[in-house]
Nanobody, 126 residues
C-alpha cells in the first residue's frame, strides 16, 4: 500500500511558478513509478509527467515539456513537480499517482496507476 499526499497548489499569475510536492508513505517512491496527472473542470484526467522507479527516467506531456520538471527525493520519500512559465490552460486539480513497475508501458494512462492522492488545485490567472 502507498499513501500519497499532495501539497503546493495555489493561485499564480501567468508566467509564474509553483512547486508541487507528493509525500508518500507505506512504500518508497524509489520502488514505484510516480506520475503526475491533472484534471480541469469538464475534462478527463490527463497525463502530465512520470518518473520511473529504475534509473529515474522521465517523460512529459507535450503541453508541459520544457516548462515542468518532475523529480524525486528518495530520502524524503517525496516526488516534486516544478512548474514554470505557467499558463491559464494549466489550471486544474493536480494529482500524484503511483504504481508498481510495469516495464514502462502505458505510463500515460491513469487506469494503470494503483494509488492516488487527493489532489491539489492549481489556478493560473491571465
Amino acid at each position: 500500500q502507498v499513501q500519497l499526499v499532495e501539497s503546493g497548489g495555489g493561485l499564480v499569475q501567468a508566467g509564474g511558478s509553483l512547486r508541487l510536492s507528493c509525500a508518500a508513505s507505506g512504500r518508497t517512491v524509489s520502488s514505484h513509478d510516480m506520475g503526475w496527472f491533472r484534471q480541469a473542470p469538464g475534462k478527463e484526467r490527463e497525463f502530465v509527467a512520470v518518473i520511473f522507479w529504475s534509473g529515474g527516467s522521465t517523460y512529459y506531456a507535450d503541453s508541459v515539456k520544457g516548462r515542468f520538471t518532475i523529480s524525486r527525493d528518495n530520502a524524503k520519500n517525496t516526488v516534486y513537480l516544478q512548474m514554470n512559465t505557467l499558463k491559464p490552460e494549466d489550471t486544474a486539480v493536480y494529482y500524484c499517482a503511483a504504481r508498481p513497475p510495469k516495464g514502462g508501458i502505458y505510463y500515460y494512462n491513469p487506469r494503470m496507476y494503483d494509488y492516488w492522492g487527493q489532489g491539489t488545485q492549481v489556478t493560473v490567472s491571465s
